[in-house]
């Protein structure tokens, strides 16, 4: 059973940054890709990111690409989220989730995710 954790989420001012983590236990050696999702009040759950374990192919949001990078460290099991130029409008619940094998639903539907971590919150204040 694979488990995901989050961490890193806080408060920070507008313009700052936040590494998010998520440590996955129980994986496998073929899971294929991680991906961050978040969702704020009110708003359905979104795309924001994903890399591919095996070469770290990354896919981004358009409104967070050149602001949020993606990272892998294989050893560690561990994938990480570093945004910078953080705006009010980031301010929500991060989810990382682990996509098992390869899916045609492709890396920005959440449907094509089978385990989820628990969140954490971003804080973004203006």
């Known amino acids: 059973q694979v488990q995901l954790v989050e961490s890193g989420g806080g408060l920070v001012q507008a313009g700052g940054s936040l590494r998010l983590s998520c440590a996955a236990s129980g994986r496998t050696f073929s899971s294929y890709a991680m991906g961050w999702f978040r969702q704020s009040p009110g708003k359905e759950r979104e795309f924001v990111g994903a890399i591919t374990w095996s070469i770290g192919r990354t896919n981004y949001k358009d409104s967070v690409k050149g602001r949020f990078t993606i990272s892998r460290d294989n050893a560690k099991n561990t994938v990480y989220l570093q945004m910078n130029s953080l705006k009010p409008e980031d301010t929500a619940v991060y989810y990382c989730?682990?996509?098992?094998?390869?899916?045609?639903?492709?890396?920005?539907?959440?449907?094509?995710?089978?385990?989820w971590g628990q969140g954490t919150q971003v804080t973004v204040s203006s």
């Open positions: 989730a682990e996509m098992s094998y390869y899916r045609p639903t492709g890396y920005s539907v959440a449907e094509s995710y089978d385990y």
